[in-house]
């Protein structure tokens, strides 16, 4: 954490921390784990009374800043008190703020902290490089591709296999009985060729373009492409600029009550409310 140990009650030990006097608003925690994880839930304790914590926020670190993910009511009690994170977003550093206490004034006061993250299954014999290696190789390469993706002017020639194995939504389409196995051809007329090239890219590598925005978040929901929205979550959100910002509340906001986008959204009004660029930029565009 991030504190030093003179505002800590009790100076041998992290499990106690108290304000400096009449520091009791946007008091910062910052966690840094070993590798990026996914945050689902986190825990806090304090007195319960009022030098405890009234609201707080998580934010992870994105490219060069800070992104807000949630922010949320804290009741009054000493018990242990949890706050799911709707969102899966990968970072390797996170910061929890306390933004105020129930009421005093000079301090605020927290007993414990805890953040529950998500690990993936692993094995020690597993060398996760392997695969990737070769699908890298197999999108760079083009070889022996069966199958083409058309958005606009934009043709990807591609391979069935990666493609089914990648998305049970394009496995589907590519089934013996679908238009789309017949003419070997996959047309998508709802989206920019950008945004179809970067999701085509995080099937076949793993990688996240740096230029992906909200629309390869969308499309990675509507083929159900596994880990694609917890990856590009935070690419996506950094790259919102007052250029682009009503573009990327248009793709959205249709999506406010999804249970996998709706925290995406829900982000994107945080970052929007916290930079007058980014608002400014909406009033005026809307």
């Known amino acids: 954490m991030n504190h030093e140990p003179h505002n800590l009650t009790d100076a ?39 030098m405890g914590a009234a609201k707080l926020s998580l934010e992870a670190h994105v490219g060069e800043g800070w992104q807000k993910l949630s922010t949320w009511d804290a009741a009054q009690t000493c018990e242990w008190q949890s706050h799911a994170i709707g969102m899966s977003l990968r970072s390797q550093q996170w910061r929890l703020c306390f933004t105020s206490s129930h009421g005093d004034q000079n ?3 927290v007993q414990a902290v805890r ?16 695969s990737q290696q070769v699908t890298q190789k197999l999108w760079k390469d083009k070889l022996f591709t069966d199958v083409e993706v058309v958005c606009g002017t934009a043709r990807f020639k591609l391979h069935r296999a990666v493609l089914t194995a990648a998305s049970p ?16 051809q996959i047309v998508i007329t709802d989206s920019e060729e950008d945004a179809v090239e970067h999701i085509l890219e995080y099937i076949y590598t793993g990688n996240v373009h740096e230029g992906s925005g ?5 499309l990675g ?8 929205i917890e990856y590009a979550a935070p690419v996506a959100l950094a790259n919102v600029t007052a250029e682009n910002v009503c573009c990327q509340v ?9 249970p996998m986008l ?17 608002f400014h930029a909406l009033l005026i565009g809307i």
């Open 169 to 184: 939504v394009f496995a589907a389409m590519l089934g013996s009985n679908m238009a789309e196995s017949a003419s070997k």
């Open 107 to 109: 301090h605020l006061v």
């Open 12 to 50: 041998n030990s992290v499990e106690y921390w108290a304000s400096p006097p009449g520091q009791v608003r946007d008091q910062s925690f910052v966690f840094e784990l070993d590798q990026s994880h996914v945050v689902v839930r986190v825990e806090w304790k304090d007195r319960g009374d009022d």
């Open 250 to 258: 248009r793709i959205l906001r249709s999506y406010a009550c999804d």
């Open 221 to 228: 929901h509507k083929y159900d492409i596994p880990g694609l």
């Open 115 to 130: 953040l529950i993250i998500r690990l993936p299954p692993a094995s020690p014999a597993h060398n996760v490089l392997h």
């Open 262 to 278: 709706g925290p995406v959204f829900e982000a994107l009004q945080s970052k929007i409310h916290e930079s007058l660029d980014l």
């Open 214 to 218: 909200c629309q390869v978040l969308v």
